[in-house]
Nanobody
């Protein structure tokens, strides 16, 4: 069974910083893309940033220049460094991993999600 465990959310003032972490554990062969999504109250979930196993990154326009995604492949962990936070960054942040595993003799590939961590930017 695969688990994604997030940490690092909380309350921060505008202009402040937070660092989110997400560690994947369980029985799997490899992880391709890892990413962070967020969902604000009353809005749809949106991609914040993603990183491939080779280190290629992708960011939402709204966070470019403020957020940095990185990963430690040896630890199956992805990080999101969030700087210059704004009230509009307030949301539940979800970790996502696109990973491969064997089910019997068959190689499968699925998306897994973390439980979410609240980030609140407010004075």
């Amino acid at each position: 069974q695969v688990q994604l465990v997030e940490s690092g959310g909380g309350l921060v003032q505008p202009g402040g910083s937070l660092r989110l972490s997400c560690a994947a554990s369980g029985n799997f062969l490899s992880i391709d893309v890892m990413g962070w999504y967020r969902q604000a109250a009353g809005k749809e979930r949106e991609l914040v940033a993603s990183v491939t196993s080779s280190g290629s990154t992708n960011y939402a326009d709204s966070v470019k220049g403020r957020f940095t995604i990185s990963r430690d492949n040896a630890k199956n962990t992805v990080y999101l460094q969030m700087n210059s936070l704004k009230p509009e960054d307030t949301a539940v942040y979800y970790c996502n991993a696109d990973l491969s595993y064997y089910r019997g003799v068959y190689l499968r590939r699925d998306d897994y999600w973390g439980q979410g961590t609240q980030v609140t930017v407010s004075s």
